[in-house]
């Protein structure tokens, strides 16, 4: 049931990096930032969330926030086994945070990329009936609504990437069980984890677009504040995907912020 590019040899000396996605996305978001992580040393895991990505889910299973927490607890109880430096964009910062919280022992670090933490899960769309709600879902995947929505993602990439990017993103919701399993998340509430958010006992980076129009900076600077132990770093000329848009200044950021502490100890 699990999609993910894994490491060709994995260092059980080290943490490992393991990469989320945001909404309805996949792996393949980070296509440009994982070869940067390897030949910087690290030992990098890129993780399809239940639902999402291309993992096969010929056997429909419930897609809520418990089973995508326990789906990739199981995971890294399979294949990781030792505390992680777990990242998440956008969305998949609400997933990093509620997987830190409810599973201390598998998370050593948390990296934060334009985090989408302080939405009330997904609000309003948790009520609508199914019918309605399957065909919101199917406008999702048209190819209009992801060029807009690169629009307001990216700071400033030419139409040919922006079309790239088009493809890239909607490849797996030509999946057969991807209508099933996105409405199955919408309707059952999704993340909600401001509350939750002064739980979080591990070191954190944030990391954020200064051009970033979906997301306003000013939640990042919140996300800081509500952080027991955090640091805030921005990327000039950048929109609200910054491993994407500029994976050369996210890896840097990573790389500072593991070897802080390595160096010290």
Not at 56 to 77: A, E, I, T
Not at 133 to 141: E, F, H, I, N, R
């Amino acid at each position: 049931m699990s999609s993910c590019v894994k490491p060709l040899m994995q260092d059980k000396a080290e943490n490992p990096v393991v990469l989320l996605h945001g909404f309805d996305s996949s792996c393949l978001e980070w296509r440009y930032t994982y070869p940067l992580l390897e030949e910087a040393g690290f030992e990098a895991w890129a993780f399809d969330i239940l639902g999402w990505g291309f993992s096969d889910l010929g056997k429909l299973p419930s897609c809520d926030v418990v089973s995508k927490r326990d789906h990739l607890y199981q995971f890294w109880k399979s294949h990781i086994k030792r505390a992680m430096i777990l990242v998440g964009p956008s969305l998949g910062s609400a997933v990093a945070i509620d997987f830190a919280i409810n599973y201390p022992e598998a998370v050593e670090k948390l990296v934060l990329i334009d985090a989408s933490v302080y939405a009330e899960g997904t609000g309003n769309l948790s009520t609508l009936p199914r019918a309605v709600a399957y065909a919101g879902v199917s406008v999702l995947k048209s190819i209009p609504l992801r060029l807009y929505a690169n629009y307001l993602t990216f700071s400033n990439i030419s139409f040919s990437i922006s079309l790239d990017w088009t493809n890239i993103g909607r490849l797996h919701c030509l999946l057969p069980w991807w209508e099933d399993a996105t409405v199955d998340f919408m309707t059952s509430g999704g993340y909600n984890v401001a509350s939750q958010i002064k739980k979080v006992r591990q070191k954190t980076l944030i990391i954020w677009g200064e051009n970033d129009r979906i997301i306003s900076n000013k939640l990042a600077v919140q996300l800081h504040c509500d952080l027991s132990d955090a640091i805030i770093r921005q990327i000039p000329d950048c929109g609200h995907l910054p491993h994407v848009e500029r994976p050369d200044s996210v890896v840097k950021f990573i790389v500072e912020f593991v070897k802080r502490d390595q160096g010290s100890k």
